[in-house]
């Protein structure tokens, strides 16, 4: 998926006379923050990117989500059981949850939105999560109109069968597309459910004024922690510098820090305190086009990462605000330590590679780029460094909605992406990205395909065992490094400044775990940091 842990805060109830812009704000029972587009749905069934994620985790809820400290809780469930053999889950449902539109939430609509995922109908890319279900097949071939393997047991249970053992199956609950949705109001919307989402979350959509901004509003009959404001307003701002102004303005009330701001803002005793950071969960990578030449040959593949500097890119035109990847996987997760350096600089070494693959004389690929400044230095400089070894790079950016279809239709050689953990297990990064059934929109954008690989995945996936399954981890993260779908580039951490009032704020290292409710605004530091702003 594509960057940017998307945060949340506050609010506050008194008014705040801004120096240096002599603004004054009057609409304090709304958090506000930037956010770089509109994301592309906000439809649960359809959202593959972490922006949409991010908003949709405020609207919806899942049976079970992932915790600060990356633990799996209760959402709409109060509990589950799991079977000795791990193939059937039951799970015990809250009887206080009320979608936005009033209506008490039952097993029957989280059966009903777990079909919708499954629907070929629907168009959903993220089908996958749900394949190991009994009954799935005959289901998405329409031999059956129901999924046996989901069961509502009784008003408060429901049941679900796997077919196979599937280590991380809490982890796949805990994702957006398994969110709950009202077969009535997706039924009445149609479409335009994903500009209109109705949840059960601790907030419910006010407004979507498109490349504007998007509007919550706290829904007041939520049933777990109640929001500490009355809304959250994400302004679309794309230039992180616009919105870094805005936020100085006190226009906003958290900001991501710009890389070119970076130092200086660290370096500013007076914001020490509300600087705000984690590691990111994240592997950001120049993908090949593995389906046709010349990167369907992995000499070449390796070639081009041998061609690249990533340490220098990283010192120089990143401030050292990304870790470089030795492969796949952060070092955080089970199977990210393989003792690997990564592909050292070596321009000599990808000019023998790509002389062995047989190319002789210039080499001409596309190189594609999301319209942003950081993506064209990036492409900029990797674009040098191809022409040094004979590879001619021609770059094309395109607007983000844009840049994404062209690279799910395999249309460039290739192109700068990211891939954020939707859950805090390998199997996040291995099946999606690299395993044959999910060619384009399902994640492996790549088009990789290798029968080994597919079966590693496969067994690593049914392997219960958290050490067997390490070691499996280990096994494909070396194994893919070989065959170097990506350029393995770095892995970005998070850097977040908050107005001084901003009180409860927390980074999570997983986009969909912040539901936004516990940040509340200390009424007393505004006027006394009134000078904070400029």
Known sequence: MTPKCKKILLTCVCFLFLTGCGARRTDYGTIKLAIPENPTTLDPALIVDVLGGGISAKIFNGLVRADKDLHVVGDIASSWD???????????????????????????????????????????????????????????KGEKDSVTGIKVVNKNTLQIELSDSFGPFLWLLTMPNAYIVPKEEVHRLGEEFSRRPIGTGPFMLKEWKQDYEIV????????????????????????????????????????????????????????????????????????????????????????????????????????????????????????????????????????????????????????????????????EVVQHYLKAVGINAVIIEREWSSFKETVINGEPDMFLLSWWADYPDAENFFFPNFHSLNHGAGGNKTRFDDARIDALIREAQKTIDAEKRKELYVQLNKEIFEEAPWVFLWHKGEYVLTQPWVKGYTLYPIYNSDKGTDIWIDVKKISAKKSYIK
């Open 82 to 140: 799991i079977s000795s053999d791990g193939k059937r889950y039951t799970f015990t449902l809250r009887d206080d949850v009320f979608f936005h539109n009033g209506r008490r939430l039952t097993p029957l609509d989280v059966k009903y939105s777990f079909e919708r995922v499954l629907n070929p109908e629907t168009g959903s890319a993220r089908k996958w999560i749900f394949n190991n279900i009994v009954g799935v097949d005959a289901f998405t």
């Open 216 to 379: 919550l509003e706290a829904h007041t009959r939520y049933f777990d922690n109640k929001p500490k404001m009355k809304g959250i307003e994400y302004r679309i701002i794309p230039d992180e510098f616009s919105s870094l102004a805005e936020f100085e303005n006190g226009n906003l009330d958290i900001v991501s820090i710009p890389r070119a701001e970076y130092k200086t803002i660290l370096n500013d005793q007076s914001k020490k305190e509300n600087i705000f950071s984690c590691a990111g969960l994240n592997t950001y990578y120049l993908g090949f086009n593995c389906s046709r030449h010349p990167f369907n040959n992995k000499i070449v593949r390796q070639a081009v990462n041998y061609a690249i500097d990533r340490e220098k890119i990283a010192r120089n035109l990143l401030d050292d605000r990304v870790n470089c990847a030795r492969s796949v996987l952060p070092p955080q997760l089970d199977g990210g330590e393989y003792p690997q350096c990564g592909y050292p600089y070596d321009p000599q070494k990808a000019r023998d590679l790509l002389r062995e693959a047989g190319i002789s004389g210039e080499l001409t690929i596309t190189l594609y780029q999301n319209r942003t400044k950081e993506a064209a230095h990036i492409t």
